[in-house]
Structure formats: C-alpha cells, structure tokens
C-alpha cells in the first residue's frame, strides 16, 4: 500500500461519520501530519469512528500484528490526542477507537499539545484553518444542527428565580440550565480551547481570552485527565468557570441532545462552531438557545459594555435625534442574536435580562441526534445549474 492510499483510506473511514470528511488536499495533508504511513494503514481498518470500539486484543487479531506493538503504537496516539480511549468497568480493559476529524482529532490534538514549535505547526495550521472555514463549515449544515448555543448561568438563574416567584411559563427545562447539564455529569475536566491554541500556531494574538476554557464531561473527561491534558475539575469549579468564561465574552456551546461530552467557551474569532454563523451567516450550522435579551431602557447607562461583549455584532446604539434625548438607547437585530446571554451577564446595571421566547428541544440521545442531523442535511448541498 502507497502513502497516498493509506490516507485516502483513513479519510475515508472519517467520512463514515455524520459530519463527513470529504475528500480534499487539506484533509490527506492533516491526516499525513498527525499519522505515520503504518498508523494511517492501521487506523484504518477501524470500521467507522468511535462506533467501532475494540480492545487492544481483537484489534491486534483484526490486522494480524503483534499485541505488544499495537499496544504500544495505540497508546502513543492517545498520549498525542489522535486516537480516544475509554476503560470498560464491567469487563475490566481498554477500549480504543477512531475519532472523527471533528469533533475529535482537531479538539484532541491542539488541546493535548499547546506548546509545539511555532514555525514547525504553522502550515499544518494552515491546513486546519482551511477544513475550518472551507470544508466544515459546509459539512455541520442541518436543518438540525448538532451544537446549540447553552444560554449563560447567572442570567438564567434570575430568570427562574422570577418565574418560580409568579408562576410564570414557559418553563425553563434542565437541558436549558449550565449548572443541570454539570449535574448530570459524572466527571468533569478543564482541557486547553483547541482553537485558541489552533489560532495561537496561526501567529493570532488569543492573550485576551483565557486558554484553559473547555470542559469534558464523563467519558471524554477520563480520556483527557488519564493522557495529562485534562485537569479534573468539581461541579462548583466548572459553574465558576463558566460565569467567567461569559464574562470574558464567551459563548457556552454544546451538543444538541441530552448525552453530551463537552461545553466549549467560544470567542469570536478562532472558534470554529461560531465561525459558520459570524463569517458566512449560516443559521444551520448552529441552534440558538431559547432566550432573547430583554432589556429595560430605564435603567441602561449606554455605557457600551454589552455591544463591545456581544459575540455576533448583534448589538448596537441608536445615537439620538430628537432634542429630549428619547431615541438614544441600544438597539438589537434578532436575526444576529444567539441567546448566549454574554449581554446580561456584564450589564452592571442590571438592565438587561433574558426572556424565553423558543421551545426548541434536543434529542435526548446522541444516536436521535445523528440521525437527526443526518435527515437534515439532505438537500443543502445542491449543485448549482
């Protein structure tokens, strides 16, 4: 088997997942960076990602090698963050499997390894940027995306703290609370943001949003903390990162069903799962939360804080004209808007809070949300005539 055909097979097996890897010159030149012309042969006999989990054992029997030299291989590119493991408590091993492009292989490698050599990642960063921009962001297009927008905490406690005080509707549900979503997790972990580091080997300044922002949950959590990129993290330290994070202007994004591993914290810039909306304005590419801000004009000082913190530019002032000064407030476009809540959350004068307005619901399992996605895809990829 040639090199070229090596990773064309590989590729080809991350295309088997939901979110395809189509066949590109930045893909074969990312998968001939992460992988050995061996390791790309033997990554390949997995039969899709993740899906396929084997134990060192059956793997070994499965490409006729040695165990000892697939263990041995397998673990470094778990240490190198290219290839996930997870430990079966019920039969008391290993198991292995291929990660997709993304979510996996570009989250995993830039957050196990945030200290490269600059000069020497930043063509394969350029690499990266040109699946971010270019490929993935066509490819994460549904009529169901499978990442939606998690509205910020403090905004959305006060808001149940005012519904539970006058009965009021609609209800806010436990997929739509962060600190419900940390409730149900067995494990959590901190791990570097992967396109803050990406942005970072790009030769970006990133100095103005804190880097170790990302939190793992459960399975991807143990992954992270067991290769010594991760740091485990309790409940009460991730809720306290996460009012951090929204005051520092991030945006709280997750998957869209009730089984999830991950809550990123996305800046603006280097984000991929914001990218598709800010760049291209692609509503597909993500759900937004269920809130809208809601704002009491009152009490606003027009300071600028929350049209400078607004992720997606969604904010603005409305200078005045009449002599009594009435028309002077800030203005919001809806269709810019995400409800990530970053706008209530650093209004200090308490003048912004948030109103739920949607009832978009999730799946409640990662299976639903494939599928889901999947179904929506169809038909978005039309060629043109």
Same mark, same amino acid.
């Given at each position: 088997?040639? $090199? ?10 991350l ?5 395809n890897t189509?066949? %590109? ?8 960076h ?9 990554? &390949?006999?997995?039969?899709?990602? =993740?899906?396929?989990?084997?134990t060192?054992?059956t ?9 000892? $030299? ?16 997870y430990f +079966? ?7 292995? &499997?291929?990660?997709?492009?993304l ?6 490698? =830039?957050?196990?390894?945030?200290s ?6 930043a063509?394969?960063a350029?690499w990266?940027e ?10 994460a297009r ?20 005012v ?7 609609p209800e ?7 600190k ?13 943001? %992967? ?10 300044d ?12 459960n ?39 009730? $089984?999830?591993?991950f809550?990123c914290?996305? #800046? ?7 990218? !598709? ?8 590419t993500?759900?937004?939360? +269920?809130?809208?801000p809601a ?17 997606? +530019?969604?904010?603005?002032?409305? =200078?005045?004209?009449a ?11 809806e269709?810019?808007?995400i !409800? ?5 959350t650093?209004?200090?004068? !308490?003048?912004?809070n ?5 009832? &978009?619901?999730?799946? #409640? ?9 999947? %179904? ?10």
């Amino acid at each position: 088997m040639t $090199q070229p055909d090596c990773y064309e097979r590989l590729r080809h097996k991350l295309n088997l997942f939901f979110i395809n890897t189509p066949k %590109a010159p930045s893909i074969l030149k990312i998968l001939a960076h992460l992988f050995t012309p061996e390791e790309a042969e033997l990554l &390949s006999l997995f039969n899709a990602p =993740y899906l396929d989990a084997r134990t060192v054992d059956t793997f070994a029997k499965r490409a006729k090698k040695d165990i000892g $030299q697939v263990r041995e291989i397998f673990d470094t590119l778990c240490k190198r963050g290219i290839l996930f493991k997870y430990f +079966n408590k019920n039969e008391d091993t290993d198991y292995y &499997s291929l990660m997709a492009m993304l979510p996996g292989l570009f989250e995993f490698y =830039y957050s196990a390894n945030p200290s490269l050599n600059l000069e020497e990642e930043a063509r394969p960063a350029e690499w990266f940027e040109d699946y971010k921009v270019n490929i993935f962001q066509e490819e994460a297009r549904s009529t169901f995306p499978w990442v939606r927008v998690l509205p910020a905490a403090a905004p959305v406690d006060k808001l149940i703290e005012v519904n539970q005080a006058v009965s009021s509707d609609p209800e806010i549900l436990p997929f739509e609370i962060a600190k419900e979503v940390l409730d149900q997790c067995r494990r959590i972990a901190v791990i570097p943001c %992967a396109c803050r580091v990406h942005g970072r080997y790009l030769g970006r300044d990133v100095s103005k949003w804190p880097i170790e922002t990302c939190l793992m949950l459960n399975s991807w959590a143990d992954f992270a903390i067991s290769q010594g990129f991760g740091r485990e993290f309790s409940k009460d330290e991730a809720e306290q990162l996460l009012h951090t994070c929204s005051k520092a202007g991030l945006v709280h994004s997750t998957m869209n069903s009730m $089984q999830t591993y991950f809550i990123c914290n996305c #800046d603006p810039e280097n984000c991929l799962i914001l990218a !598709g909306f800010i760049r291209r304005r692609y509503n597909d590419t993500l759900t937004r939360s +269920n809130f809208i801000p809601a704002f009491d004009h009152t009490l606003c000082k027009k300071c600028g804080t929350c049209i400078e913190k607004c992720p997606t +530019n969604a904010l603005s002032r409305h =200078y005045p004209h009449a002599s009594n000064l009435e028309d002077d407030f800030v203005t919001w476009r809806e269709e810019l808007c995400i !409800g990530c809540g970053v706008c209530a959350t650093n209004c200090t004068q !308490g003048a912004i809070n948030l109103q739920k307005v949607r009832d &978009s619901k999730v799946k #409640d399992s990662l299976v639903e949300l494939w599928q889901s996605f999947a %179904a929506g895809k169809c038909g978005l990829h039309n060629k043109p005539q």
